[in-house]
């Protein structure tokens, strides 16, 4: 865990500084909109912005909180803390697209013309730029981390650029008399941001709820083979995983000869242990339990 733990130190200051250049960011599209273009799509994009940064703060936060070690009251560490965090970004994201929708649907029965489109247009593509090679960079260092939260700061980051340089598109056919591209920029920057929200409650509901999803089980038959062609080991009954934010831990139960001693039972438990970390890297804790071969009782 302690590569884990570097890791992670390595990579939240991404998110806190993700979290002051979207929120600045979204400031000037907003002031901008709101005060010289009246465009409802850099006004959308200036309140996703700062939704943006205030989600990578929430991730912040749940980094800094993941590498408490464990204590007295919460035995297994804080790692589920990085869920709740997913969670509680989620949620802001889907408030902010109701409110990106109502706007939109406002200037879509009533289009109006915007002003200095250019300008506008110029900002929301340097905030396009800016937001993929933060997202890109986020990604590639984050990907080993195996946090989900991790992965929704990238995401959600890579979709502002895109969400950006949408604006920069309907700004420009703005210019050239298709006012309603403002509205309908601004529906799919709502939709964007809908559908990473609910995948992101989604994984993070499971991960807190214990579920094992299709990775997990791919993870859990392969666990079994390793542990059923350890010499030792008649046969495997159980193997139950469970994720908790960067980790994963679990049981195993195995059937050996009811004459094995305590030494080489526990000489299994460190090769099942030992090739389970090195096929995935990623388990933290597993425990072996042990019952007799049936017959030997």
Known sequence: METTKNLLKNIDWL?????LIFIGLGIAQIVLSEFVSKSVALTANGIDCIGDGFVSA??????RFIRKPADDRFHFGYYKIENLASIA???VMLILAGYITYRSYLQFINPTDVNLPFLGAF??????LIAWGLGIYKYVKGKSSNLSSVKLDAFNTIKDGTSSFLVVIALILNYYGYHIADAIVGFVIAGIIVSIGFAAIKESSYILLDACDGTCILQSDVVKKIAEKISGVKSVHTVRLRRSGPVAQGEIEIMVSADMTVAELDKIRQKILALSKE???????LTVTAIPEKGQL
């Open 15 to 19: 998110a806190g500084a993700t979290a």
């Open 279 to 285: 096929k995935y890297p990623d388990i933290e804790r």
């Open 58 to 63: 929430v991730v912040w936060l749940g980094l």
């Open 123 to 128: 900002i929301a593509l340097i905030a396009a």
């Open 89 to 91: 970004a989620a949620a």
